[in-house]
């Protein structure tokens, strides 16, 4: 069982980037997935989650119209559409399972590997 999240790398402020989260073992279709991100220093923060069922889907206000979550059952992932990014948006980002989406991380179970986003010209 494992969840690992993919995508990071080195982005312009004001570019884009796309994460997955994608599952092994195990089919994501009865569970949410909540995205978070830790910056340097900083505590961990929740960024967005989708839940099982379709139209379930919450995001922070620090991230609201600039990133979408959404997911494909059929391969098992989950992805974070990030844009306009902001060099406030570094951090090493996470991918956690929950049965009901919340906005702490006492809500999600098992988490993934992170993987690291650098916003910076």
């Known amino acids: 069982v494992q969840l690992q999240a993919s995508g990071g790398g080195l982005v312009q402020p004001g570019g884009s980037q796309r994460l997955s989260c994608a599952a092994s073992g195990f089919a994501l279709d009865d569970y949410g997935i909540g995205w978070f991100r830790q910056a340097p220093g900083k505590e961990r923060e929740w960024v967005s989650c989708?839940?099982?069922?379709?139209?379930?889907?919450y995001y922070a206000d620090s991230v609201k119209g600039r990133f979408t979550i959404s997911r494909d059952n059929a391969k098992n992932t989950v992805y974070l559409q990030m844009r306009s990014l902001e060099p406030e948006d570094t951090a090493v980002y996470l991918c956690?399972?929950?049965?009901?989406?919340?906005?702490?991380?006492?809500?999600?179970?098992?988490w993934g590997q992170g993987t690291l986003v650098t916003v910076s010209s």
């Open positions: 989708i839940g099982s069922v379709p139209g379930l889907i």
């Open positions: 956690a399972l929950t049965g009901s989406c919340g906005n702490s991380s006492g809500a999600y179970g098992f």
